[in-house]
Every structure is written in structure tokens, then in C-alpha cells.
């Protein structure tokens, strides 16, 4: 979904359980998605017919890829875009479901993510196939005034309104693989679509995630333990343009419609849900950094803030964050 210029940091695991003893059977899936790699980790005390399992994963990512991508002329997302109509349209039911986390993602975040704001990215240079919006357009609408109804029925508040997902996508394709493997009663599994990580422990032992250091000065900045949990990752500098001789980031603050400046932020959301965890990242780094934690305090959000100040990295958390760090 989104086409990244700078290295795309992964989030490394490993599962804190395993031993030497143990007579599980361990495979491994991977391959390209969204723009991003994809990496899934799967140790189960049962053969499993790991092509099947492949071919199906490839199934769930090019639907949602096929439904959510602002990159394809052809997707259904491009293609609403493009609708003139000012009536009730008939969508899929896996956009239907985005769309309708994406709005309360949007009132969790007080309005910091919206997803009608694929006019502006695409103005500054965004996006392959990017064209010139009309100027006298104003923007007197947000998420609130998209419509949804029974259904599975969408409207737009005006023709020209650009819906942008990639801000939660990502999570939504990891939460439908994290159902469909534990459909096929996976025992053990953790599922990586660029960043944006699901785990899954059967027997409820915890998964140790080592968030890389986007600095490259360490390993990693910082470990946590998952218990069935996602964690998805947000940051100013993994998707930046040249526009108009300054460097921006691909985050974009809704209430002043000006894309991130500071290069140097980077948000990690803990959640049951990739979808909110991914969607929330995105919200919260729109804000003022030094209104991201108390803003997840007062919300009860798990995250994390990264960023650079006199060349070093520093970094503060949620009271709910601390509850999941490794020490």
C-alpha cells in the first residue's frame, strides 16, 4: 500500500519459548505485499500443508490490496475515488469493515486521522499517478461526513473526495491472516507485513518484539512482550517527498492540512487489533509530539514516542506502553 522511498525498518522477534527440546514443527512464509516484504513465522505440533497455507495468504493481500490501494487505477478504493455520484454506492464488505474502523480510529484520535485526505498527499507529489485538484475546491468536510449504511453502502459528502487508506490497511490484511491461521488452528505464529506485527501463542507465553533502532547506531531501541497483541509502527522519515525544496513526510495533520516536517518522530502503537494499532500510530504522530503521550494517556493508548533531539535518540511512553516492556 505504501510505496516507500527510505529503508523500511522491520520489527525483528523471536519467540521467547522456544528450546531446545522442543519437537514443534517450524516453517516460514513470505513475499511482497503493499509495496513492503511480508514475513510470516509459524512453529505448530502438527504437519501443516504449508502451500495451501501460502496460496491463501497471497489470496487475503491481493484482495485487500485489490480493495484498499490508492496505487492501482483499478482498486475499489480508486475506483470510489473516481465516482461522481452523490448517492448510496455498494462496496465490499472488507472495505466496508476498513472504512468503518477507520472512523473510530478517527474519533479516538480526535479528528488526527482521517481518511479523506488523499487530495492533499496527492498534490504534493504523492502517489504514482498523481493529478492537480482544483484549487477553488474548499475542504469543508472530514471522515465524520462519509456515510455508511446497511448493506454494506457508502456515500461521500462530495464527488471530489479523495479516500486515503493507507494509513490502516496494512493492519487490517494482518488481523484477516491472524483469523484465517487460527481457522486452521495454528499453534504458534507471528505475522509481519512491514512493520505492522500480530502474534499468536496458543499456550499464552509471551513473544518477545525488538523494535529496530531507525538510527542504525544499535540493534534495536527497545523490546516488549506480546500475549496475542499487535504492534504497529509509524514514522516521519520512511516515506518522505521533495516538495517544493523541502523534505516532507507522508503524515499529514488534518487540522491545519500541512504534512510533518520533523523528520525524526517515530510512534509504536500496542493493540488487540492491528487495524486500530496501525490506524492509531498514524493518528497520534499527526499531533504535536509533545502532545502524543498525554494525549495516550488520557485515551488509555499503548504507545510509544521515538525521536531525535541534540543527535540522540530519546524516547517516552504511555503508562499503558509500559505495562508490555521486556524489562
Do not use: W
Not at 455508511?148 to 453502502?153: C, D, I, Q, R
Not at 534495536?220 to 516538495?243: K, P, R, W
Amino acid at each position: 500500500m505504501i510505496n516507500y522511498k527510505l529503508k523500511i525498518f522491520l520489527l525483528i522477534f523471536l519467540f521467547s519459548y522456544l528450546s531446545g527440546c522442543n519437537t514443534n514443527k517450524t516453517y516460514e512464509i513470505n513475499g511482497n505485499a503493499f509495496g513492503t516484504i511480508y514475513y510470516i513465522s509459524i512453529e505448530n505440533d502438527k504437519t501443516i500443508n504449508q502451500n495451501e497455507i501460502y496460496s491463501n495468504i497471497n489470496f487475503i493481500l491481493n484482495n485487500i490490496d485489490n480493495s484498499a490501494s490508492n496505487y492501482k487505477n483499478n482498486s475499489e478504493i480508486s475506483v470510489l475515488n473516481e465516482f461522481k455520484g452523490d448517492t448510496f454506492k455498494t462496496i465490499s464488505a472488507n472495505l466496508f469493515d476498513i472504512i468503518h474502523k477507520a472512523k473510530i480510529i478517527g474519533d479516538i484520535t480526535n479528528g488526527f486521522f482521517d481518511i479523506t485526505l488523499g487530495d492533499i498527499k496527492i498534490s504534493k507529489g504523492f502517489y504514482l499517478n498523481k493529478t492537480n485538484p482544483k484549487k477553488t475546491i474548499k475542504r469543508n468536510y472530514t471522515y465524520k461526513d462519509i456515510e455508511l449504511s446497511e448493506n454494506n453502502l457508502l456515500k461521500k459528502p462530495f464527488s471530489h473526495v479523495n479516500i486515503d487508506l493507507s494509513g490502516i490497511a496494512k493492519g487490517y490484511a494482518v488481523d484477516l491472516i491472524f483469523n484465517y491461521l487460527i481457522s486452521k488452528n495454528i499453534s504458534n505464529f507471528i505475522i509481519n507485513i512491514g512493520g505492522e506485527i500480530k502474534t499468536h501463542s496458543k499456550h499464552e507465553d509471551f513473544i518477545t518484539i525488538a523494535i529496530d533502532d531507525p538510527t542504525n547506531n544499535q540493534q534495536f531501541i527497545e523490546e516488549v512482550l506480546l500475549n496475542n497483541n499487535s504492534i504497529a509502527t509509524s514514522g516521519t522519515y520512511i516515506d518522505t517527498v521533495n516538495f517544493e525544496g523541502r523534505e516532507i513526510s507522508h503524515i499529514t495533520n488534518p487540522k491545519t492540512l500541512k504534512n510533518v516536517s520533523n523528520l525524526n518522530l517515530l510512534v509504536s502503537v500496542i493493540h488487540k487489533e492491528c487495524a486500530f494499532a496501525d490506524g492509531l500510530a498514524t493518528g497520534l504522530i499527526a499531533m504535536d509530539p509533545d502532545n502524543i503521550i498525554d494525549f495516550s494517556n488520557a485515551e488509555n493508548i499503548a504507545s510509544m514516542l521515538t525521536f531525535v533531539k541534540d543527535g540522540k535518540l530519546e524516547k517516552k511512553y504511555s503508562d499503558e506502553f509500559l505495562k508490555y516492556l521486556k524489562d
